[in-house]
Every structure is written in C-alpha cells, then in structure tokens.
C-alpha cells in the first residue's frame, strides 16, 4: 500500500519560514514521470491547490504564494519538498502532499501549519 509520510510543520511566526517534506514508501521505479501536488485546506474552507511540479521540473503557484513558496522534488529519495518563505497568517492551514502516479493518485495524512504572533 502506497504511503505518503509528510513532515515539517509547525508554529511559526508572520514573516517566517518552514519546509515541508512528503516521501512515498514505495520507490516506485517510474518516479521520474510522476506529477506531485501540494495542496492546503483551512478550518471552514475548500481544499486548494498550493503548488504543483511535473515531471520534467516545470512549476506552477497559486497567486497567493507566488514569489514566497518554492516547490521542488528529489527522485532520488522518491521526495516533494515545499519551501514557505515571508509566511502570513492566511497561510495557516493543514498541508497535505500529492502524488499523481498516472495509474491513480495518492495523498499524505496531512501536516498543520500555524502562522500566528
């Protein structure tokens, strides 16, 4: 069964930084051609797409963390980071991680981020 084990959130004040870390227990042979997501779901809100990064390494942001947010990814250790820089209250929320095999999707548990004062 396919696990995605996120880690790297916290409390953290306005204007700081966190990095978030996702890993697959499996190491899929394919990883290469695989598409990872982040996404955020606030109390009360809809889950969104945060950032994605495909295959090949071409990126794509919400407006509300361009420039601030930097998504990359490490074949090699079968791992999707997200760096969280100039963090403002709105940001807080639960981030989960995403993997899209192309044979089906899968998500992390889940990691809470709190940016507050």
């Known amino acids: 069964q396919v696990q995605l084990v996120e880690s790297g959130g916290g409390l953290v004040q306005p204007g700081g930084s966190l990095r978030l870390s996702c890993t697959t227990s499996?190491?899929?042979?394919?990883?290469?051609?695989?598409?990872w997501a982040w996404y955020r779901q606030a109390p009360g809100k809809q889950r969104e797409l945060v950032a994605l990064?495909?295959?090949?390494?071409?990126?794509n942001y919400a407006d509300s963390v361009k420039g601030r947010f930097t998504v990359s990814r490490n074949n090699d250790l079968y791992s999707v980071y997200l760096q969280m820089d100039s963090l403002k209250p709105e940001d807080t929320a639960v981030y989960y991680c995403?993997?899209?095999?192309?044979?089906?999707?899968?998500w992390g548990q889940g990691t809470q981020v709190t940016v507050s004062s």
């Open positions: 995403y993997l899209d095999t192309h044979r089906g999707g899968y």
């Open positions: 499996i190491k899929f042979f394919d990883i290469f051609a695989m598409d």
């Open positions: 990064i495909y295959s090949r390494g071409a990126t």
